[in-house]
């Protein structure tokens, strides 16, 4: 009689992984000298993320880490298998489903440039100006914005590629004219607003 082969799986079951990679690991019943074992996930859409294996830790039988995940594939339902053959042809699998789903940061704006002193900062009126520096989530840089209320008016200002090591700059042209008190306001659309106060003047 042919005597059964089963690989299972004791971890992830069935979980919400609260991070950007995770481990699995489990069982071979019984244990056998191992020919080969692989452990992939499969996403909604089809990709197959191979799983990187590691030496097993009592009581487990296997491990694999599955790291650099994909951001495709966070946040939704993903196929885990665990397919194994033994040294005598047996072969056995185990799937279960995963949500890979990492905490969300906050994300925050940082104006390296104009300094947060003096306050508020003096423009020269006429003169280009010129604002910089970070912010969290590099994702938000091409739907950020700045601009200067002053005078009764509103500046916005260009963007344009930042120096390092910053992420994001805006240019601006100050009327000759303008000689008002002001505010630079930089947005972007997942952060709260980080603003400067400005004197602009001859």
Request: one cysteine or more; glycine letters at 6%.
């Amino acid at each position: 009689m042919r005597q059964y082969f089963v690989c299972k799986i004791a971890y992830p079951v069935e979980e919400t992984i609260p991070d950007t990679f995770f481990y699995t690991y489990g069982y071979f019943i019984p244990v056998s000298d191992m020919d080969e074992v692989q452990a992939v996930v499969i996403t909604a859409s089809g990709l197959r993320i191979r799983g990187h294996r590691l030496p097993p830790f009592p009581p487990y039988d296997w491990c694999f880490q599955f790291a650099d995940l994909p951001l495709s594939c966070f946040n939704e339902s993903c196929k885990l298998v665990v397919a194994a053959r033994d040294s005598l042809g047996r072969t056995s699998r185990d799937v279960t489903h995963v949500v890979v789903s990492p905490p969300i940061e906050d994300v925050s704006i940082t104006i390296s440039s104009p300094p947060t002193f003096p306050s508020p900062y003096p423009v020269l009126a006429g003169v280009p100006f010129a604002t910089w520096g970070l912010i969290t989530d590099k994702t938000q840089v091409p739907m950020m914005t700045a601009k200067i209320v002053a005078g009764g008016g509103q500046l916005n200002g260009v963007r344009v590629a930042a120096p390092s090591p910053y992420d994001w700059k805006f240019n601006f042209q100050i009327p000759p004219n303008l000689h008002a008190n002001g505010t630079l306001t930089v947005s972007a659309p997942a952060a709260p607003d980080a603003a400067r106060s400005l004197s602009i003047g001859p």
